[in-house]
């Protein structure tokens, strides 16, 4: 069975530690080049049609910045 997921970023909350970058098996998730309001590059989904909502990049993350929600496909 297949799976898509997709994430809700709490950007402000993030760090830019690129901790959870590693974590992701399909290369969706990457810095921005913008900034938030604490001047850290924030993570955003570059590829968000290949995130199969794993949530190892939620699991990963001090900070619990990442929300992810899977669906069957
Ligand atoms: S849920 Fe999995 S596939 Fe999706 S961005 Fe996070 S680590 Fe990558
Ligand atoms: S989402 Fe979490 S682990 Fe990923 S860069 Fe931001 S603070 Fe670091």
Redesign the pocket.
């Known amino acids: 069975m297949a799976f898509k997921g997709t994430l809700v ?1 709490d950007t402000e909350k ?8 590693t974590g992701c098996p399909n290369g969706v998730i990457a ?1 921005a080049k913008k900034v938030n309001s604490k001047g850290y590059n ?2 955003e989904m570059v590829k968000p049609d290949d995130c199969i909502g794993c949530a190892n ?1 939620a699991v ?4 619990g ?2 929300e992810v929600y899977r669906a069957k496909v």
């Open positions: 970023i993030c760090k830019g530690c690129s901790v959870c970058i810095l924030y993570l990049c990963i993350c001090p900070d910045v990442i």
